[in-house]
């Protein structure tokens, strides 16, 4: 329940973080507000089935392989009574359960992924109200990059989770670890791609902001050297002091922002996404420790062992024999 509860309050987390993505009023034609992109991604998409599928199907397979590579998957092989297919089939629903919670947490760092990097265009640069010399070092987009790290964290949290349900007494059974490994790894590549996409849009905003400022300086630049070339009699003084002055604002305000540095990600949370990455991939790699066991009795590593020795010699089947025992 309170991994389900954690599904609803990011649900909500998102949505609020996102709509704080408003749109310049004058621009509202001409982009599709963030908050509208990532709905239309949540609701209209069939990625989330794919990935749901793509979730359990590694999982279906790796009990396929057991059953018929003579192991006993399920309870109700070893003692067929109506308590052991109770028994598996609590097993296997919380099992499954949780892998759906896991590709849902995905789904929504792929999301949020995507849409930071579908923005990261001209057009948003110029609709976007973002203030990026705001105090905070992300261009007033703090909540962003903490719902991505606390999303993060929770992901990890849920594939922790997932490893508990496939524990034996030997510990993290050997494909299973595989597959959750594989998953750890991508939840890790679309959390940094996330904030990637973060410090990109910042980035180019800030270079937006800096061209517009290049821009307005070399206008007054000109006009201050055209009135000097025509002011022969002083006529056009209060004039050029005026654009004096302009030219200095503006310069010093387009060497304040050059010296500004974006923090799509500080130090707290280089240190609480890598700790607790990190730690869950730990767990996995320490449960792992036992499982090597199982791979001498699965047809897969007894086929790769024999089909390899012809082309590949003893090398490769000795590497996998080893890697069975």
């Known amino acids: 329940m309170v991994l389900l509860w954690g599904i609803q309050y990011f649900l909500r987390e998102i949505k609020a973080k996102f709509a704080q993505l408003e749109i310049i009023p004058g621009r509202a034609d001409k982009v599709i ?14 990625g989330l089935y794919l990935l749901i599928l793509f979730t359990f199907l ?3 397979a790796i009990k396929i392989n057991r059953l018929f590579s003579g192991h006993k998957p399920f309870f109700y092989q070893a003692e067929p009574t109506s308590w052991a297919l109770m028994l598996d089939i609590y097993n296997d629903s919380i099992s499954y359960f949780i892998l759906y919670l896991l590709a849902i947490v995905l789904w929504m760092i792929f999301n949020i992924s ?42 990890f949290i849920v594939i922790i989770f997932t490893m508990s349900t496939y524990l034996t007494y030997r510990g993290l059974l050997l494909y299973e670890g595989i597959s959750l490994f594989i998953y750890w790894l991508i ?19 800030i270079e937006k902001d800096i061209s517009l400022l290049n ?27 005026s654009l004096s002055k302009a030219l200095d604002i503006v310069n010093k305000e387009r060497d304040r922002i050059l010296q500004y540095k974006i923090k799509p990600i500080d130090a707290k949370s280089i240190i609480l996404f890598v700790s607790s990455s990190l730690l869950s991939l730990l767990i996995i790699v ?30 490769i089947s000795t590497f996998l024999q080893y890697f069975s025992k």
């Open 286 to 315: 320490k449960e792992l420790e036992g499982a090597l066991e199982d791979a001498a009795k699965s047809k897969i590593i007894t086929f790769a062992v024999s089909q390899s020795q012809p082309y590949l010699g003893d090398s």
């Open 33 to 46: 507000p963030p908050i509208d992109l990532l709905h239309d991604h949540f609701t209209t998409s069939k």
């Open 187 to 205: 939840g890790v590549v679309f959390s940094l791609m996330a904030w990637l996409a973060l410090r990109r849009l910042l980035k180019r905003k």
């Open 58 to 60: 590694p999982f279906i």
């Open 114 to 155: 995507r849409v930071l990097s579908k923005i990261n265009n001209k057009q948003y640069y110029e609709s976007l109200k973002m203030k990026p010399l705001d105090t905070d070092k992300v261009g007033g987009l703090r909540s962003i990059r903490d719902l991505i790290l606390k999303l993060s964290i929770y992901y």
């Open 215 to 241: 821009e307005t300086l070399e206008g007054k630049r000109l006009q201050l050297i055209d009135i000097i070339t025509k002011n022969k009699e002083g006529e056009s003084q209060d004039q050029m002091n």
